[in-house]
């Protein structure tokens, strides 16, 4: 029997396997040629595994079947995948010290024009497999996934230019609902705002239906609208803030880059816009308005308006002390002021830097002039040790004076940049022909003054009129009619 004859091959019905069985014989003995030959008669061209062959030549055992070749299985596509790319995750921040910020959790993520939000990951195309004869087995791609059903508004669109990526459409606050994503101009907030939601900082307008507590801090690059009051809470819109309740007490500033609208205010400060409207009372409060301000009644506190006052009465029976001030620009005059007081405080700083110089330069010259008198013998001989002492004390008044030289060369060049701010707003503080309109009564005890010079303080109750500055500066008035 030759040896080909004692090797028998079964290929599974499938092509996925290939397997040899040697026969017994007392003729030349199986060899690894012999094998792959009988194999390679059989059609076995894919999967061999030369190694199994060789062990099972070196084992000698016969009747039985072993393994020698394996398929190739196909390998089907992944299916198509998204990335997330917004973290969802808030909690609170810390602060400087290390403790949670209890009042800030970052909960309201911020997304700019542009920015990606979901990424596909495509699905690939699969590998075809292979028999141990050869054939072709085929894969399947994996199933893809439309973008757009991912896409849950306006503010979001697939990217022209990368049809695998949503980008935002404007600048908002992200918002995700189930697996579609969107961004808001508008982002609506259905109770307070307390430890439950943290401080709020945004490029979305913002609806709050509900109050803002104290303590927290609100900040919009667009609208705010506030169902409820504002207690003392740090507030500030770049548009207009709506708040259909009041403003409570509190020293919190509340401001706008364009109109506050609100039913009261009480014994607030500062609350500062372009324009105010306050549909009911003003009590002791401190509001600033570079346009106008209308309300229906105004009693303490403090008014500075750049142009108009609008009210139906000023002040009360009770003749508590009220200070309007119009034709100012009231934002300016605060800068203004603060300017003032960093001036102020830097001409402090100098003066005390100059003080400290002279002390410096005093200590230098009398220790140079001890060191001179010391080295021509005047006085007793320098010992090493006292030499040391001086002109180490020497080193260190050079030092000092140099340092001081810097900080005082730095200070000028602040306290320039701060006159040079101040000389650019002084022409914009004083407005033309402001005005101040009473449509129902002024009472006693309410201070007026129209641009920088004209005063009034009102000793009796006087009704519908309004005061301005005439031809020559001074205050006038006049009946509304």
Do not use: C
């Not at 109770?191 to 439950?196: K, Q, W, Y």
């Not at 009041?246 to 880059?257: F, K, L, Q």
């Amino acid at each position: 029997m030759s040896p080909n004859t004692r090797i028998k091959v079964n290929i599974a019905d499938n092509g996925s396997r290939a397997m040899v069985l040697f026969l017994p014989g007392d003729d030349k003995p199986v060899d690894k040629a012999d094998v792959l030959q009988t194999l390679g008669e059989a059609g076995v061209v894919h999967g061999l595994m030369e190694e199994k062959v060789d062990e099972i030549v070196q084992s000698n055992i016969f009747n039985r079947w072993f393994t020698v070749a394996v398929y190739t299985p196909p390998l089907n596509g992944e299916d198509a995948k998204l990335g997330y790319l917004v973290s969802e995750d808030y909690s609170h921040k810390r602060k400087q010290n290390g403790s949670a910020d209890y009042y800030d959790l970052d909960r309201f993520k911020n997304i700019t024009t542009g920015q990606p939000l979901i990424r596909k990951i495509p699905a690939s195309e699969g590998v075809e497999g292979t028999t141990v004869l050869g054939k072709a087995l085929p894969a399947y791609k994996g199933q893809d996934i439309n973008l757009k059903e991912y896409i849950g508004g306006d503010g979001v669109f697939v990217d022209p230019d990368d049809p695998n990526l949503i980008i935002s459409a404007i600048n908002g606050v992200y918002y995700r609902l189930g697996s579609v994503v969107n961004v808001k101009k508008i982002f609506t907030i259905n109770h307070d705002i307390d430890f439950n939601t943290g401080n709020i900082n945004t490029l979305s307008g913002i609806r709050i239906n509900g109050d803002i507590k104290g303590g927290f801090t609100v900040i919009t690059k667009r609208n705010l609208i506030v169902a409820g009051v504002i207690e003392n809470a740090a507030v500030k819109a770049e548009e207009d803030i709506e708040v259909l309740k009041g403003i409570v007490r509190g020293d919190a500033e509340i401001s706008a880059g364009g109109k506050i609208t609100t039913t009261y205010i009480v014994e607030r400060t500062p609350v500062k816009a372009d324009k105010i409207v306050v549909k009911n009372m003003v009590v002791g409060s401190e509001l600033f308005a570079r346009d106008f301000i209308k309300a229906r009644k105004i009693v303490g506190g403090k008014v500075m308006v750049g142009n108009l006052l609008d009210v139906i009465d000023l002040g009360n029976k009770r003749s508590n002390p009220t200070e309007v001030e119009a034709g100012i620009n009231p934002l300016l005059f605060i800068r203004h002021q603060k300017l003032l007081s960093v001036i102020a405080a830097l001409k402090f700083e100098k003066r005390k830097l100059l003080e400290s110089r002279v002390e410096a330069e005093f200590d230098y010259e009398g220790t140079e002039e001890k060191i001179e008198r010391m080295q021509f013998g005047r006085t007793i001989r320098l010992s090493s040790g006292l030499s040391r002492k001086l002109e180490e004390r020497l080193k260190r008044a050079s030092r000092d004076i140099e340092r001081y030289n810097r900080k005082i060369k730095e200070l000028d060049a602040k306290l320039l940049k701060k006159y040079n701010e101040l000389k650019s707003i002084s022409p914009g503080l004083n407005l033309k022909n402001p005005e101040i309109i009473v449509r129902g009564t002024i009472y006693p005890n309410v201070y007026m003054r129209l641009g920088p010079y004209a005063e009034l303080r009102t000793t009796e109750e006087m009704s519908n009129i309004k005061f301005f500055l005439d031809s020559e500066g001074a205050l006038a008035h006049e009946s509304l009619g």
